[in-house]
Nanobody
Framework: DVYLAESGGGSVQAGGSLRLSCVASGESIRMYDMSWYRQAPGKNREFVSG???????RYAESVKGRFTISRDDAKNTVYLQMNSLKPEDTSMYYCKRSTSRTNDWGQGTQVTVSS
């Protein structure tokens, strides 16, 4: 089984930056689709960004131009660089690995953006 561990969350002021990391252990992420989701209290979990095995990235409209996803398969790690953060970006951020059989989730890392 794969274990996904997110880190890099924290509290920042609006306009600030954070870099989230998702380190996989137990199994490789190579050639699997990896993505970031977020969930604020009382709201549904929503897609933020994803990157496939060929490093093609996709983004939610709300984060385009501000967030950048990347992956380092040699380190079994996916990153989410978040710039120009807004209070509405405040959420728990989760990493997901998608295979043909399963979706594997991490435990999340909290991001709080103050105005």
């Amino acid at each position: 089984d794969v274990y996904l561990a997110e880190s890099g969350g924290g509290s920042v002021q609006a306009g600030g930056s954070l870099r989230l990391s998702c380190v996989a252990s137990g199994e490789s992420i190579r050639m699997y689709d990896m993505s970031w989701y977020r969930q604020a209290p009382g709201k549904n979990r929503e897609f933020v960004s994803g990157i496939d095995g060929f490093k093609t990235a996709r983004y939610a409209e709300s984060v385009k131009g501000r967030f950048t996803i990347s992956r380092d398969d040699a380190k079994n790690t996916v990153y989410l660089q978040m710039n120009s953060l807004k209070p509405e970006d405040t959420s728990m951020y989760y990493c997901k690995r998608s295979t043909s059989r399963t979706n594997d989730w991490g435990q999340g890392t909290q991001v709080t953006v103050s105005s």
